[in-house]
């Protein structure tokens, strides 16, 4: 047994497979962690835009913040804020 360890013929089969496991390894973990990185982009995306609406709807159903309605600065015809009564 001693002297199969210590004949290197032998030794390029197990270095192969460490070398086709460790790639086959970097692959999947690359694969897994490309789309943990999609996903976590997209969720930031979809929460600002969910903040910036939010914020737009409460400035708006609060007199309108950002400025003063007049004939030059018209609401905003596409947000659809609930009347108060």
């Known amino acids: ?5 210590l004949d290197q013929r032998y030794w390029v089969l197990p270095v192969l497979l460490w070398a086709a496991m460790v790639a086959a390894s970097y ?3 690359r694969s897994a ?5 999609r ?7 979809r ?3 969910q903040m910036v609406a939010a914020v737009r709807l409460w400035n708006a159903s609060h007199g309108g913040v ?5 004939e030059t600065t018209r609401p905003n015809p ?3 804020v609930p009347t108060v009564t």
């Open 1 to 5: 047994m001693n002297r199969l360890i």
């Open 66 to 70: 950002y400025a003063v309605v007049n």
């Open 78 to 80: 596409y947000l659809k």
């Open 27 to 29: 692959g999947w973990n």
């Open 47 to 49: 929460f600002v835009f």
């Open 39 to 45: 996903e976590l982009a997209a969720n930031q995306g």
């Open 33 to 37: 962690l490309d789309s943990h990185v």
